[in-house]
């Protein structure tokens, strides 16, 4: 499976790690460069350009050569770049629940991507994202739900 993960932070880094490490090929987007320290200190520059001037800087880690594009998740020509035409699987963890939605819609109903999941904080926008069609994940409910399943036991 080819994925396109937007955010590199914990839950992006993390995802991205366990897709790797089962063979899975992973292209990951953040707009801050510094987000893809989480993926491991062997990053290497493969192309530079300013973002400033709608140009994508696109790294890679040597280790595994997962795909790091600096961009917004949510502009189409980043994810052009990052290659949205060719994936499997699309994933918006970044911290922005806005984001989040407005990055899985273009990869659903522009590029038709089959599987598209996003993380919400908030879980009042989990209805949102919802009455949009998209499958979206609350990982604070879930752990509220874990503990308070562990508490009642």
Known sequence: MKALIVGSGRIGSFLAGQLVGQGHEVVIVDRDRTSFKMLGEDLVVERTAT???GEVQAT???KTRMRCIVGSGSDEEVLKTAGIHGIDAFVAVTDNDYVNLMAALIAKELHHIP????????????????????EAICP??????????SLIR
């Open 115 to 134: 599987r598209v999941i996003i993380g919400i904080i908030n879980p009042r926008r989990l209805e949102i994202a919802r009455a949009l069609g998209v």
């Open 60 to 62: 890679f880690t040597a």
């Open 51 to 53: 973002p400033e001037r």
């Open 140 to 149: 604070l409910t879930l752990g509220a739900q874990s503990m308070f399943e």
